[in-house]
């Protein structure tokens, strides 16, 4: 079966770029058939959908954080990752990465176990 | 862009209750509607989806209902495990959105 995780640095200095890397494993992300996407949860908060990238690597960002977000596919290493510029303290927040079925079937399943990345100088 | 609430913020149940939990959705989602289960620690896991088919392994007591905007979660006999905070997500239109959550705790 499918599993993720995330990895990547738990602090990040303001206005730098957070950078987070899902591994997959139990199935290829070039097989196609799903998005693999990004969310996140502030402490002690709900869900916010950041984005997701298909194994093309054409990719929907959540308008909300568009300008700051890129995400990226490696399919060699059946990895995506994601990037968050100009870091704010408002940007700490548990990043979860899932996966979600192509077409109209957008939930989440799924999910790695979240990292937490806190903002701070 | 759709905003979705949920309702009550806490519902506290004595084990063997029925806990029934809403979602609401501030335009049609047609039943393009997910719940989720989140246990402190862990990751959301996929309990419904389409409103109303439980995900695979999900044990019979967890239900889904509703269509359109309103949209109910029961679990219908609640077990020591049950006892977690539960979201609703949306999936009918971009970007996907989820509910602020409703915390079901021991009362």
């Known amino acids: 079966q499918v599993q993720l995780q995330e990895s990547g640095p738990g602090l990040v200095k303001p206005s730098q770029t957070l950078s987070l890397t899902c591994t997959v494993s139990g199935g290829s992300i070039s097989s196609g058939g799903y998005y693999w996407s990004w969310i996140r949860q502030h402490p002690g908060k709900g869900l916010e959908w950041i984005g997701y990238?298909?194994?093309?690597?054409?990719?929907y960002y959540n308008p909300s954080l568009k300008s700051r977000v890129t995400i990226s596919v490696d399919t060699s290493k059946n990895q995506f990752s994601l990037k968050l510029s100009s870091v704010t303290a408002a940007d700490t927040a548990v990043y979860y990465c899932?996966?979600?079925?192509?077409?109209?079937?957008?939930?989440?399943?799924?999910w790695g176990q979240g990292t937490l990345v806190t903002v701070s100088s | 862009e759709i905003v979705m609430t949920q309702s009550p913020a806490t519902l506290s149940v004595s084990p063997g209750e029925r806990a029934t939990l809403s979602c609401r959705a501030s335009q049609s989602v047609s039943s393009n509607l997910a719940w989720y289960q989140q246990k402190p620690g862990q990751a959301p896991r996929l309990l419904i989806y389409g409103a109303s088919t439980r995900a695979t392994g999900i044990p019979a007591r967890f239900s889904g209902s509703g269509s359109g905007t309103e949209f109910t979660l029961t679990i219908s006999s609640l077990q020591s495990e049950d006892f977690a905070v539960y979201y609703c997500q949306q999936y009918n239109n971009w970007p996907l959105a989820f509910g602020p959550g409703t915390k079901v705790d021991i009362k």
């Open positions: 990238i298909y194994y093309s690597g054409s990719t």
């Open positions: 899932a996966r979600q079925l192509l077409g109209m079937d957008n939930w989440f399943d799924p």
